[in-house]
């Protein structure tokens, strides 16, 4: 057999995944190649080897290998084959957990490769260096590198590496916590791997969707594809493969409570990375059966494997493997009811979590998913030193998990000096700042099941903490958030009211005593929220207090608690932390002067048009009266005109259409769209859009359906348009929580405009302005006047320093 022949068996062997017959073919070329003294051709048997080796999990007789074609290529000033060798020895060098050597040479690869040319070679090289990234838990450096691979694969043709990003750039999106993307990205991949008959891609496609959906928890899809994962790496002999099957089938029946059949999977995992040399396979494995005997009450065990994984996630420099040894060992300390030292653990585990969202640097949507895939720590943190009888750590413990991303972009927002940046980390300095400044009683909330904790703050006064109970139903999934939609629905807020659906519905109250809330009614669908987190603070509260600051997490945020306390001022704040931050917030930074008012936006031109809203109109113009300026209404009230002026003003009001899902509003198309028909993108207001403007409003009234909707997490709070108003800068939001009435609504903003000119303050007038709906006798039921919902501080408006926007942008 010729040189030729061999070369070409070789390459067909390995391109079938039959690996020890092109290691054969290979040989023979080696040997050939020496005798001939054929240094070019020997260099590529060498390297050819290698890749073999590789493919076998054999990565030491690879590194070998590679090594010696690294060598040769310098020698005969073979750039191509050299940058080929830095990015096998890399990828090597990543296989045995080595992620700082891998990074080195597939760096290398990256510069000779954009050197002469070679945008195969570039793109190889970015999808490894992603890939490293990714092992140290880096996701926003692999997603950076994995779409520049994936735009040079798409550029040259290269199916094989399209379908390698899609894969990289899943995982990564499965590590912040976007399974839904993640499974798009997968299932991308699996498609091109089957169309170019790559088996060993496609069995790292099904092993990547069996994890994503372990990931939502659909473990018996999990299974599925995991099961052809394995079949496929048992085929064609690639060891690391099937030990990843291995111990992503282990995490799944664990998920389904057959713990037996878990440790056997993990165990044979743990087996195969020990022989192939995968450290970061061994300390998955060690994890993943320290969670198994755990589950078994086999505690001792359990914190045994446990200490291996942290041992070895330290090694490698695996900060999220690191994170999760923290907190998997905080787990079985706090099962055995040594809380103590699972403090002690949890504070750890935070502190990696923390380390690793601060690499997504400015990226909003992956730091709120990755925060939330890891609440289970930050909530474990606090409930043990409840546990404890630390409750002021505890408070400290639950603020420091609260609205991350919000104070993130508060600082970068407002500019803040690096000691208040500090400030942030620390919230024991933060609270007792908060504290010395707080001209308002509140209340801190959390929940674990039905129990409820309350924290009440006051002026220079010691932290006070209170225990609750909320009586709903266990069996759902959250009860707290379906006992709220069960009360929304008694009171008739999810419907879309009119004003002729107005009833008898009675608001006296009952029960009043010295110093203490009126009780609500007997029949408010509302009061089970009164009794479990107002009740237990209820004798710290006195006469003298008319307003109350609250900071909810998760559905409580959608609380509609002005019809809890019909007798107090309300205000909400997603976090104390991002309350102080707007505190602080640069003398002058909030502007006094400019008005927008934006009513009734065009939305004729939509595939599915809009209904006109001239309640909606009116109320804009009514305004607009007091400030003796012209409103945006109609076709005027363009996407582009809106956002065009919103970051001039110190007051914006929008009366429009809003998605009941998020908040995000609809205004008049963009003129000059390229389809038939407008794009979401040339007419809603999103909150990528707003969170881009640079706000300077002092106060923002969103008088939209659902204005306070958003996605409900329980670490960031309720995510949607009124968060993303306050991200940008403004200092307060008034927002609706479900739909509002037309008739209903025009009167409240006329009563609210008409005492904030009076002088009141924004909460005084949301107050007074609910009173006097409640007291009507056309909108008396609370699902007219209760959807209104002050976020952020409290703040004033100058009526006479308000200037008309169309004539003074600059003020």
Same mark, same amino acid.
């Given at each position: 057999?010729?040189?030729?022949?061999?070369?070409?068996?070789?390459?067909?062997?390995?391109?079938?995944?039959?690996?020890?017959?092109?290691?054969?073919?290979?040989?023979?070329?080696?040997?050939?190649?020496?005798?001939?003294?054929?240094?070019?051709?020997?260099?590529?048997?060498?390297?050819?080897?290698?890749?073999?080796?590789?493919?076998?999990?054999?990565?030491?007789?690879?590194?070998?290998?590679?090594?010696?074609?690294?060598?040769?290529?310098?020698?005969?000033?073979?750039?191509?084959?050299?940058?080929?060798?830095?990015?096998?020895?890399?990828?090597?060098?990543?296989?045995?957990?080595?992620?700082?050597?891998?990074?080195?040479?597939?760096?290398?690869?990256?510069?000779?490769?954009?050197?002469?040319?070679?945008?195969?070679?570039?793109?190889?090289?970015?999808?490894?260096?992603?890939?490293?990234?990714?092992?140290?838990?880096?996701?926003?450096?692999?997603?950076?590198?994995?779409?520049?691979?994936?735009?040079?694969?798409?550029?040259?043709?290269?199916?094989?590496?399209?379908?390698?990003?899609?894969?990289?750039?899943?995982?990564?999106?499965?590590?912040?916590?976007?399974?839904?993307?993640?499974?798009?990205?997968?299932?991308?991949?699996?498609?091109?791997?089957?169309?170019?008959?790559?088996?060993?891609?496609?069995?790292?496609?099904?092993?990547?969707?069996?994890?994503?959906?372990?990931?939502?928890?659909?473990?018996?899809?999990?299974?599925?594809?995991?099961?052809?994962?394995?079949?496929?790496?048992?085929?064609?002999?690639?060891?690391?493969?099937?030990?990843?099957?291995?111990?992503?089938?282990?995490?799944?029946?664990?998920?389904?409570?057959?713990?037996?059949?878990?440790?056997?999977?993990?165990?044979?995992?743990?087996?195969?990375?020990?022989?192939?040399?995968?450290?970061?396979?061994?300390?998955?494995?060690?994890?993943?059966?320290?969670?198994?005997?755990?589950?078994?009450?086999?505690?001792?065990?359990?914190?045994?494997?446990?200490?291996?994984?942290?041992?070895?996630?330290?090694?490698?420099?695996?900060?999220?493997?690191?994170?999760?040894?923290?907190?998997?060992?905080?787990?079985?300390?706090?099962?055995?009811?040594?809380?103590?030292?699972?403090?002690?653990?949890?504070?750890?585990?935070?502190?990696?979590?923390?380390?690793?969202?601060?690499?997504?640097?400015?990226?909003?949507?992956?730091?709120?998913?990755?925060?939330?895939?890891?609440?289970? !720590?930050? @909530?474990?943190?606090?409930? +043990? &030193?409840?546990?404890? %009888?630390?409750?002021?750590?505890?408070? #400290?413990? /639950?603020?420091?998990?609260?609205?991350?991303?919000?104070?993130?972009?508060?600082?970068?927002?407002?500019?803040?000096?690096?000691?208040?940046?500090?400030?942030? !980390?620390? @919230?024991?300095?933060?609270? +007792? &700042?908060?504290?010395? %400044?707080?001209?308002?009683?509140?209340? #801190?909330? /959390?929940?674990?099941?039905?129990?409820?904790?309350?924290?009440?703050?006051?002026?220079?006064?010691?932290?006070?903490?209170?225990?609750?109970?909320?009586?709903?139903?266990?069996?759902?999934?959250?009860?707290?958030?379906?006992?709220?939609?069960?009360?929304?629905?008694?009171?008739?807020?999810?419907?879309?009211?009119?004003?002729?659906?107005?009833?008898?519905?009675?608001?006296?109250?009952?029960?009043?005593?010295?110093?203490?809330?009126?009780?609500?009614?007997?029949?408010?669908?509302?009061?089970?929220?009164?009794?479990?987190?107002?009740?237990?603070?209820?004798?710290?509260?006195?006469?003298?207090?008319?307003?109350?600051?609250?900071?909810?997490?998760?559905?409580?945020?959608?609380?509609?608690?002005?019809?809890?306390?019909?007798?107090?001022?309300?205000?909400?704040?997603?976090?104390?932390?991002?309350?102080?931050?707007?505190?602080?917030?640069?003398?002058?930074?909030?502007?006094?002067?400019?008005?927008?008012?934006?009513?009734?936006?065009?939305?004729?031109?939509?595939?599915?048009?809009?209904?006109?809203?001239?309640?909606?109109?009116?109320?804009?113009?009514?305004?607009?009266?007091?400030?003796?300026?012209?409103?945006?209404?109609?076709?005027?009230?363009?996407?582009?005109?809106?956002?065009?002026?919103?970051?001039?003003?110190?007051?914006?009001?929008?009366?429009?259409?809003?998605?009941?899902?998020?908040?995000?509003?609809?205004?008049?198309?963009?003129?000059?769209?390229?389809?038939?028909?407008?794009?979401?993108?040339?007419?809603?207001?999103?909150?990528?859009?707003?969170?881009?403007?640079?706000?300077?409003?002092?106060?923002?009234?969103?008088?939209?359906?659902?204005?306070?909707?958003?996605?409900?997490?329980?670490?960031?709070?309720?995510?949607?348009?009124?968060?993303?108003?306050?991200?940008?800068?403004?200092?307060?939001?008034?927002?609706?929580?479900?739909?509002?009435?037309?008739?209903?609504?025009?009167?409240?903003?006329?009563?609210?405009?008409?005492?904030?000119?009076?002088?009141?303050?924004?909460?005084?007038?949301?107050?007074?302005?609910?009173?006097?709906?409640?007291?009507?006798?056309?909108?008396?039921?609370?699902?007219?006047?209760?959807?209104?919902?002050?976020?952020?501080?409290?703040?004033?408006?100058?009526?006479?320093?308000?200037?008309?926007?169309?004539?003074?942008?600059?003020?």
């Amino acid at each position: 057999m010729d040189d030729q022949e061999l070369i070409s068996h070789g390459r067909d062997f390995q391109s079938l995944d039959d690996y020890q017959k092109a290691i054969e073919y290979q040989e023979k070329r080696l040997k050939k190649a020496i005798e001939s003294g054929d240094r070019d051709k020997e260099g590529a048997a060498y390297r050819n080897l290698g890749s073999a080796f590789h493919s076998l999990s054999d990565h030491r007789k690879a590194i070998v290998h590679h090594e010696k074609a690294l060598k040769i290529a310098i020698e005969i000033g073979d750039r191509g084959g050299e940058g080929r060798a830095y990015g096998n020895l890399g990828s090597a060098f990543q296989s045995l957990s080595d992620y700082p050597k891998a990074i080195e040479y597939h760096e290398n690869a990256l510069k000779i490769a954009i050197e002469i040319g070679d945008r195969g070679g570039e793109g190889k090289a970015y999808g490894n260096l992603g890939s490293a990234f990714q092992s140290l838990s880096d996701y926003r450096k692999n997603i950076e590198y994995q779409e520049k691979r994936l735009n040079i694969a798409i550029e040259i043709g290269d199916r094989g590496g399209e379908g390698g990003a899609y894969g990289n750039l899943g995982n990564a999106y499965d590590s912040l916590g976007d399974s839904q993307k993640a499974i798009e990205y997968h299932k991308k991949h699996l498609k091109i791997a089957r169309e170019v008959g790559n088996l060993d891609g496609e069995g790292k496609a099904y092993g990547n969707l069996g994890n994503a959906y372990q990931s939502v928890g659909d473990y018996r899809i999990a299974i599925e594809y995991n099961e052809k994962a394995l079949k496929l790496a048992v085929e064609v002999g690639d060891r690391a493969g099937e030990g990843r099957a291995c111990g992503s089938l282990g995490s799944a029946y664990r998920s389904l409570g057959d713990y037996r059949k878990a440790i056997d999977y993990h165990k044979r995992l743990l087996k195969i990375a020990i022989e192939i040399g995968d450290r970061a396979g061994e300390g998955g494995a060690y994890g993943n059966l320290g969670n198994a005997y755990h589950s078994l009450g086999d505690y001792r065990r359990a914190l045994e494997y446990h200490e291996k994984l942290l041992k070895i996630a330290k090694e490698i420099g695996d900060r999220a493997g690191e994170g999760e040894a923290y907190h998997n060992i905080g787990n079985v300390y706090s099962s055995l009811e040594q809380f103590e030292n699972a403090v002690d653990y949890f504070v750890s585990a935070v502190d990696a979590f923390n380390s690793l969202r601060s690499l997504l640097k400015s990226q909003d949507n992956w730091k709120v998913t990755f925060r939330e895939q890891h609440e289970t !720590t930050y @909530t474990a943190l606090w409930r +043990s &030193l409840i546990r404890s %009888e630390k409750f002021d750590e505890a408070l #400290f413990a /639950a603020e420091q998990g609260r609205a991350q991303t919000l104070s993130d972009n508060l600082l970068i927002q407002y500019k803040l000096p690096t000691s208040l940046s500090a400030a942030q !980390t620390d @919230t024991k300095a933060t609270i +007792s &700042l908060l504290i010395k %400044e707080l001209s308002t009683p509140t209340i #801190f909330l /959390a929940t674990e099941g039905l129990t409820v904790y309350i924290w009440f703050l006051r002026r220079e006064n010691k932290v006070a903490f209170r225990r609750g109970r909320i009586e709903a139903d266990t069996s759902e999934r959250d009860p707290i958030q379906a006992l709220l939609q069960s009360s929304l629905e008694k009171m008739g807020a999810e419907d879309r009211v009119r004003s002729d659906r107005a009833s008898e519905f009675s608001m006296e109250a009952r029960g009043e005593g010295p110093g203490k809330l009126p009780l609500p009614p007997l029949d408010n669908p509302l009061k089970p929220f009164y009794d479990a987190f107002i009740d237990p603070v209820n004798d710290m509260l006195g006469p003298q207090d008319d307003e109350l600051l609250i900071v909810p997490n998760g559905a409580l945020g959608l609380t509609p608690w002005a019809a809890v306390i019909e007798s107090m001022r309300i205000r909400t704040v997603p976090s104390l932390t991002s309350y102080q931050l707007i505190l602080s917030a640069p003398e002058g930074y909030h502007k006094r002067t400019g008005v927008l008012l934006v009513g009734n936006p065009c939305l004729k031109e939509l595939k599915r048009p809009l209904d006109d809203l001239p309640c909606a109109q009116e109320e804009v113009e009514m305004i607009a009266s007091f400030f003796n300026t012209r409103p945006l209404t109609g076709r005027e009230a363009t996407k582009a005109e809106v956002m065009k002026r919103m970051s001039s003003v110190g007051l914006i009001h929008i009366a429009s259409h809003g998605n009941a899902r998020t908040g995000e509003i609809a205004l008049s198309p963009n003129p000059g769209w390229a389809s038939k028909y407008p794009q979401t993108k040339d007419y809603i207001l999103k909150m990528s859009d707003v969170q881009a403007a640079n706000l300077r409003a002092r106060l923002v009234v969103l008088s939209c359906a659902y204005s306070g909707r958003g996605r409900i997490l329980k670490g960031e709070g309720v995510v949607g348009i009124a968060r993303a108003f306050l991200s940008a800068g403004a200092r307060s939001v008034l927002v609706a929580l479900w739909a509002i009435d037309d008739g209903a609504t025009k009167v409240f903003m006329k009563s609210f405009y008409q005492l904030l000119r009076e002088g009141k303050t924004a909460s005084a007038a949301v107050h007074q302005s609910m009173k006097s709906l409640r007291e009507s006798e056309e909108f008396s039921e609370m699902k007219y006047w209760a959807p209104f919902q002050l976020i952020g501080d409290d703040v004033k408006i100058e009526f006479e320093a308000h200037d008309d926007v169309n004539t003074n942008e600059g003020n």
